[in-house]
């Protein structure tokens, strides 16, 4: 009898542990799927700024080809007006 009341205590406290150890282990878990949607809404967060600085870039790039146009355009009429002054002195040359 006493070597039954041993082994009913021994599992008694086995059984404690394992409570012990299942609820660390649920709190544990807890707090990884709290890191975890953190880190998910980080992504998240990230992806954001990600696809804004990526659109901001195409738009400087827009900008910058259209001022490069801009520039090309403005020199050529320059050049254009010089050819022209060059062929009006040229006629009076004449």
């Known amino acids: 009898m006493e070597e039954l009341t041993v082994t009913i205590t021994n599992l008694k406290l086995k059984v404690e542990q394992l409570v012990g150890l299942h609820q660390d282990l649920k709190k544990e878990k807890e707090?990884?799927?709290e890191d975890n949607k953190k880190l998910v809404k980080?992504?998240?967060e990230q992806k954001l700024i990600a696809d804004r600085l990526e659109k901001e870039k195409l738009e400087l790039a827009e900008s910058n080809n259209n001022k490069q146009k801009e520039v090309i355009s403005?020199?050529?009429q320059k050049i254009n007006e010089l050819v022209q002054e060059i062929d009006?002195?040229?006629a009076l040359l004449k």
């Open 88 to 90: 009006d002195c040229i």
């Open 42 to 44: 980080t992504i998240e």
């Open 31 to 33: 707090q990884l799927s």
């Open 74 to 76: 403005d020199t050529k």
